[in-house]
């Protein structure tokens, strides 16, 4: 069957249409995505904007035409970080569906690190032991553990990208901006991170995201142009001789490092902070980048309930 999965991200819409089976891989097909940059359309009150409504409704329609031309059989469409937080996510959501018909479920943080991490044990199956798996969003960072396919804790932390760059380095790279950026960040995981060590050492530590993916690509992994099954890893000593680089470096010259995207440029250097404090913090010397995360979850769990396992 064909199946869509509309992701509505603080930074992209991104559709995703895959031909998928029970007991098979979910193999992609189409992918139409837009830079949204839905978390720039929060304003002081914590609302979005009309601006940042309309541009959602545009896209979401443009996506259900795409999906229907395609041949889907079901959509399943969620929110993330940048509509879960606003103030006015309801009213949002109202507006969408009212003119494009589309129902959009707003995914709790947690769901958003269980689906990932469902995602990632099953691209590696059960001879990764125990997985410790870490996801970069615009608005949010994703942390789970475990032995199973359903991880034993789940956090969703307010360490996007795209959230930390507006709050803390709009103003610009100088070393005391970032020096607290830093702190800031080690700080806030670290207040949690006893429920993640407590489980135990990783037998496997991956990293999903555009962002990891984009870290991984800069210090030397291999490019998307050779396929899934490239092992890629983000090592720590790689990052730390890249940070200071990246602090000094202007947007344009970050965009023209390999694997980054120039919408995404400006906020690579406090996702690469995020990186280094989860790495650090939970004494990791590299992250496995896998090709799967949460939209793959969410398709996967799907089809788990077509055939009554979940």
Same mark, same amino acid.
């Given at each position: 069957?064909?199946?869509?999965v509309?992701?509505?991200?603080?930074?992209?819409?991104?559709?995703?249409?895959?031909?998928?089976?029970?007991?098979?891989?979910?193999?992609?097909?189409?992918?139409?995505?837009?830079?949204?940059r839905?978390?720039?359309?929060?304003?002081?009150?914590g609302?979005?904007? =009309?601006?940042?409504?309309?541009a959602?409704?545009?896209?979401?329609?443009? !996506?259900?035409?795409?999906?229907? =031309?395609?041949?889907?059989?079901?959509?399943?469409?969620f929110?993330?970080?940048?509509?879960?937080?606003?103030?006015?996510?309801?009213?949002?959501?109202?507006? /969408?569906?009212?003119?494009?018909? @589309?129902?959009?479920?707003?995914?709790?943080?947690?769901?958003?690190?269980?689906?990932?991490f469902?995602?990632?044990?099953?691209?590696?199956?059960?001879?990764?032991?125990?997985l410790?798996?870490? =996801?970069?969003g615009?608005?949010?960072?994703?942390?789970?553990?475990?032995?199973?396919?359903?991880?034993?804790? !789940?956090?969703?932390?307010?360490?996007? @990208?795209?959230?930390?760059?507006?709050?803390?380095?709009?103003?610009?790279? =100088?070393?005391?901006?970032?020096?607290?950026?830093?702190?800031?960040?080690? !700080?806030?995981? @670290?207040?949690?991170?006893?429920?993640?060590?407590?489980? $135990?050492?990783?037998d496997?530590?991956?990293?999903?995201?555009?962002?990891?993916r984009?870290?991984?690509?800069?210090c030397?992994?291999?490019?998307?142009?050779e $396929?899934?099954?490239?092992?890629?890893?983000? @090592?720590?000593?790689?990052?730390?001789?890249?940070?200071?680089?990246l602090?000094t470096?202007?947007?344009?010259?970050?965009?023209?490092?390999?694997?980054?995207?120039?919408?995404?440029?400006?906020q690579?250097?406090?996702?690469?902070?995020v990186a280094? !404090?989860?790495?650090?913090?939970?004494?990791?010397?590299?992250?496995?980048?896998?090709?799967?995360?949460l939209?793959?979850?969410v /398709?996967?769990?799907?089809?788990?309930?077509?055939?009554?396992?979940?």
């Open positions: 069957m064909r199946l869509g509309l992701d509505i991200g603080s930074n992209t819409g991104h559709l995703l249409v895959f031909d998928a089976h029970v007991g098979a891989a979910p193999m992609p097909g189409l992918s139409f995505k837009e830079p949204l839905l978390a720039e359309h929060i304003d002081a009150d609302a979005m904007s =009309d601006a940042g409504t309309d959602l409704t545009e896209f979401v329609a443009h !996506a259900l035409a795409q999906a229907e =031309d395609k041949g889907c059989e079901q959509i399943h469409a929110a993330t970080s940048a509509v879960r937080d606003a103030s006015n996510s309801d009213d949002v959501l109202a507006r /969408v569906r009212e003119r494009t018909g @589309a129902e959009i479920e707003v995914l709790p943080g947690e769901d958003e690190a269980r689906l990932t469902l995602a990632v044990r099953r691209w590696f199956g059960w001879s990764s032991g125990l410790a798996v870490f =996801d970069i615009g608005g949010s960072l994703e942390i789970a553990c475990g032995a199973d396919e359903s991880p034993q804790v !789940a956090q969703s932390l307010p360490l996007g @990208a795209g959230r930390l760059t507006r709050q803390h380095l709009a103003g610009g790279l =100088d070393e005391d901006r970032v020096r607290e950026l830093r702190r800031v960040v080690r !700080a806030e995981i @670290a207040r949690d991170a006893g429920e993640v060590l407590r489980v $135990g050492a990783p496997h530590a991956v990293a999903t995201s555009k962002t990891f984009s870290l991984a690509r800069i030397g992994a291999a490019p998307s142009a $396929g899934p099954m490239v092992r890629r890893v983000l @090592a720590a000593a790689d990052l730390e001789t890249w940070l200071p680089k602090a470096m202007t947007r344009d010259e970050i965009a023209a490092l390999p694997g980054v995207s120039p919408e995404r440029a400006h690579v250097l406090a996702g690469g902070l280094s !404090a989860v790495m650090d913090l939970f004494e990791l010397s590299e992250l496995e980048i896998c090709p799967w995360a939209r793959e979850g /398709v996967l769990e799907r089809l788990d309930q077509l055939r009554g396992v979940r």
